[in-house]
């Protein structure tokens, strides 16, 4: 079960990076609850530009990975931008090798997804030396531009959420280095606009 700190907390809409059926959103529906509107972003840039030009009342990010270690530059931008920490959940993380038509595993030529997510299956890659890792801004946002394509000998690495979501097919679930893979994601608000929330009453554990 995912770990979770802190009250939940709900503040719309909440800005996450990716595109549905990414893991940040599985975190954003985790930490504020399913009513929640959450609002996509393409990369983290856009996330925290969303949130100090108050076009997101809160942000979801992730921090840490249990694999790969820290998301390049989440913290630093949280220290720039001076958020405060509302909430934190560690979400299990479960890879799985995606198409848009079924093919074998061993037909597979490109692998796209989140630098993040290669990092998290690297054993699985070496393990299939003819596929060709390259870096997308998401993982489910690679399924979602591949699902765009002809099928052909292209994959995404994303979850089974999303291969639902898209309509992709998974190939082969469970690809990620470790059976205990997780990510630690936390809920931040600018540090003037929580006070004034939390004077309004705006957080708490209403649904």
């Given at each position: 079960m995912p770990e979770s700190k802190g009250p939940r907390v709900r503040m719309d809409p909440v800005a996450y990076q990716g595109a549905p059926g990414a893991f940040s959103e599985d975190a954003a529906l985790q930490l504020c609850g399913p009513g929640t509107t959450l609002r996509p972003c393409r990369t983290l840039?856009?996330?925290f530009l969303a949130l100090v030009q108050g076009e997101a009342a809160a942000?979801?990010?992730p921090v840490e990975n249990s694999i790969a270690g820290d998301v390049p530059g989440?913290?630093?931008?949280?220290?720039?931008h001076c958020l405060?920490?509302?909430k934190t959940v560690t979400l299990p993380i479960v890879h799985a090798l995606?198409?848009?038509?079924p093919i074998a595993v061993d037909a597979v030529r490109e692998v796209h997804s989140h630098p993040m997510a290669l990092a998290q299956c690297r054993r699985f890659l070496a393990a299939?030396?003819?596929m060709l890792s390259v870096p997308a801004f998401d993982t489910a946002g690679a399924l979602a531009e591949l699902m765009r394509q002809p099928p052909g000998t292209a994959a995404a690495i994303a979850s089974r959420r999303a291969a639902a979501h898209w309509g992709g097919v998974v190939l082969q679930d469970g690809i990620q280095d470790r059976a205990d893979n997780c990510t630690e994601f936390w809920l931040v608000t600018p540090t003037s606009l929580t006070a004034a929330a939390s004077r309004q009453g705006d957080f708490g554990s209403k649904m």
């Open positions: 840039e856009d996330v942000a979801v990010i989440c913290r630093a931008l949280v220290a720039q405060r920490t509302r995606v198409a848009s038509s299939h030396p003819r």
